[in-house]
């Protein structure tokens, strides 16, 4: 194959791509069958198979059990509002992960000690297996679930205090800053990465959409100076919400 020259399958689905995005397909039409594919574009089973693949990865289809391939109705993107400079205590958890103020929702949480994987101990500089309260949040806006969140907070730290359990206690339901500054911990920097990976099953039933799907990922920990005091994992459908954020200049 030539240098720059794309694989046969991949220039199908290119072509398919761009009949579903001109509206030559529109949403909920079924796909052409694998034999209408291989005859129109003059190429083998496998070749009409792994273009069919090629759109379903991408999310462009879907299957229907029994009834065969449909195009997808794309949502319109929505934006998830986040700032480095905005004040974050006295806040609920929602308001804590969306921070335009014209947004109302709700949420839910459950906490459970656990033992810190690997991963979560080098965000929280403590030891694997240390105890720790994880919070499981799930997020909503007009019924809609639009964001999960995992937290992890050191239980060296919260342990026997009136704010281990983020849902219940006198600060039920506030968010890190305000909780950590009732035990005299003032945190004063939030660090966030982000990125993006496929959904995992037990995410796409929550959250909606199909397993694989991409989901943005937003890995966040709160410190007081350099003592890691949070960290979580937050997690947004990448085909519904795009996350802005509005930063200082110093």
């Given amino acids: 194959m030539p240098f720059g020259e794309q694989p046969a399958y991949l220039r199908v689905a290119e072509d398919l791509r761009q009949q579903i995005v001109d509206g030559t397909l529109p949403p909920h039409t079924r796909l052409p069958s694998q034999a209408s594919i291989r005859s129109a574009y003059g190429v083998s089973d ?43 205590g006295d806040c609920s958890p929602f308001r804590q992960e969306q921070t335009d103020e014209r947004v109302r929702g709700t949420w839910e949480g459950h906490s459970e000690r656990q033992e810190a994987p690997a ?90 959409g199909l397993p694989g799907h991409a989901v943005l990922v937003v890995t966040r920990t709160y410190r007081a100076g350099s003592l890691p005091v949070e960290t979580a994992d937050v997690v947004v459908p990448a085909d519904r919400f795009r996350i802005a954020y509005h930063l200082p200049v110093r």
């Fill in 46 to 88: 496998t070749v009409a198979l792994e273009a069919r693949k090629v759109l379903m990865a991408e999310g462009l289809v879907e299957g229907r059990s029994g009834s065969g391939t449909y195009v997808r109705e794309q949502p319109a993107q929505r934006t998830i509002s986040r700032s480095g400079y905005r004040t974050l």
């Fill in 119 to 208: 991963e979560v101990a080098e965000r929280l500089s403590i030891e694997p297996d240390e105890p720790v309260m994880r919070t499981r949040y799930v997020f909503r806006m007009s019924g809609e679930p639009i964001m999960m969140s995992t937290s992890w907070e050191p239980l060296r730290i919260t342990g026997r205090t009136p704010v281990m359990l983020p849902e219940q206690g006198p600060l039920a339901g506030r968010g890190v800053v305000e909780r950590m500054a009732a035990i005299d911990i003032h945190v004063d920097n939030v660090a966030e990465e982000v990125g993006a990976r496929p959904a995992l099953a037990a995410e796409a039933r929550v959250l909606g």
